[in-house]
Every structure is written in C-alpha cells, then in structure tokens.
C-alpha cells in the first residue's frame, strides 16, 4: 500500500491540508503516467479540487512536477538514514549495505508514489525542473558512497573493487526496477533477496 501522505501531530490549517492533497495526487498521478502524460485535471480528479484551485498553490504544472521530484528524492534520504541509525552498533558494514538495498526497494515500489515519480521521470522532464531534485539525489547517492567506502575499509568489500562504479551500477539497476517489476510474476521478498545477493557475491570478499 502506497503511504504518500505527510504525518503531523499539530494541527494545520485547512489551506496547508489542501496543498498536501493536491501534492499527493500528483506524486501519484506523475508516477502512473509520467510527465507527459500528467494533466492538471487528471491531479484535480484525484486530489478532489477544481483544476484551478491548484494555481493558488503552485504556479504551474512543472512547479507541481518539481515539487514532487523533490520530495521523492528527499524521503527516500531520509528514510534510510533513519532505517541505518536504528541499525545495532555492531551491525557489520555488510549487513548495513543489505539492509540500505531492503529499504530502497521497499520504499520505492511499497511506501511511496514520491520515490516512484522522481525515479521514472528523471531522464524526461524540462532541465530547470532537475536542478532541485537531482541536488537531493547527489546527496543520497553520496550516502552510498559512505556506506561502500566503510565497508571496503572494514575488508568486508573487495578491495579491488572500483566502488563507484560498482555504486552507480547498483543505483541505477535497483531504480530500473520500477518500469518491470511485476508482483504477480516475483514477489517483493524474492526481488530484495536477489538484489542483495547480487551485492554480497558481486562486491562481497569471497
């Protein structure tokens, strides 16, 4: 089930309510049919708003479409940084890497329309509407790097291996997933167990 809303335990008021509806209905919207096929009255429809009503909160469609770029990378940063902190001390690198690969998938193709938005339409919207977004994304990346680095340094990755490339590589193919996935055909578990095997044996000291 995709959890798209923002969680608050203040109260707030009814306009910041709307903006939120209106952003969740084009995370979900954007990640359905992508830029092109993203229409201001199909977010309207689902959000439950007149398609004008959208404009008092953004300014245009790609000012919607950079929003939720953003908050997709930007959540999925966050919540792998809190899924590692509450990791035990003595969680080895490794396994920290196994469990970061578990939380990418998940959340991606489970928790939230934002990750699967930002992710399917990176390479198809409008250069100013990248610049935002792929800031969050250069710092998510860099918490890989972070996490091969020790794990390297810990002899738990070969230290042959070119860890950047192998990153990029690993990044690139776990964010693949969501154009074939299909969880009638493999589920979830079979595809997190897979991707982290491919890790352990590919990048694993043998």
């Given at each position: 089930?995709?959890t798209?809303?923002?969680e608050?335990?203040?109260?707030?008021?009814?306009?910041?309510?709307?903006?939120q509806?209106?952003?969740?209905?084009?995370a979900?919207?954007?990640s359905?049919?992508?830029y092109?096929?993203?229409r201001?009255?199909?977010?309207?429809?689902?959000?439950r708003v007149q398609a004008?009503a959208?404009?008092?909160y953004?300014s245009?469609r790609?000012?919607?479409?950079?929003e939720?770029m953003w908050?997709?990378?930007?959540?999925v940063r966050?919540h792998?940084?809190?899924?590692?902190?509450?990791?035990?001390?003595?969680?080895s690198?490794?396994?920290?890497?196994?469990v970061a690969?578990?939380?990418?998938l998940?959340?991606?193709?489970?928790?939230?329309?934002?990750?699967?938005a930002?992710?399917?339409?990176?390479g198809h919207?409008?250069?100013q509407i990248?610049?935002r977004?792929?800031?969050?994304?250069?710092?998510y990346?860099?918490?890989?790097?972070?996490?091969f680095?020790a794990?390297q340094?810990?002899?738990?990755?070969?230290?042959?291996l070119?860890?950047?490339?192998?990153?990029?590589?690993?990044?690139?193919a776990?964010n693949?997933v969501?154009e074939?996935?299909?969880?009638r055909?493999?589920?979830?578990?079979?595809?997190?167990?897979?991707?982290?095997?491919?890790?352990?044996n590919g990048?694993?000291?043998?």
């Amino acid at each position: 089930m995709n959890t798209t809303a923002t969680e608050s335990t203040s109260p707030t008021p009814k306009s910041a309510h709307t903006r939120q509806r209106i952003l969740d209905a084009a995370a979900e919207v954007l990640s359905r049919k992508g830029y092109a096929g993203t229409r201001l009255a199909d977010v309207a429809a689902v959000a439950r708003v007149q398609a004008p009503a959208i404009y008092y909160y953004f300014s245009s469609r790609d000012e919607l479409v950079e929003e939720v770029m953003w908050v997709g990378a930007n959540r999925v940063r966050l919540h792998l940084e809190e899924v590692l902190a509450a990791l035990p001390a003595h969680t080895s690198q490794m396994d920290r890497l196994m469990v970061a690969v578990d939380a990418h998938l998940r959340f991606e193709l489970q928790l939230s329309h934002y990750a699967t938005a930002s992710i399917r339409n990176a390479g198809h919207v409008p250069e100013q509407i990248r610049i935002r977004p792929a800031a969050e994304e250069a710092l998510y990346s860099r918490l890989w790097r972070d996490l091969f680095v020790a794990a390297q340094q810990a002899g738990e990755v070969r230290p042959d291996l070119d860890i950047n490339v192998f990153r990029l590589l690993l990044l690139g193919a776990l964010n693949w997933v969501v154009e074939w996935w299909n969880p009638r055909t493999r589920s979830l578990d079979e595809l997190v167990a897979t991707a982290q095997s491919m890790v352990r044996n590919g990048a694993g000291v043998r």
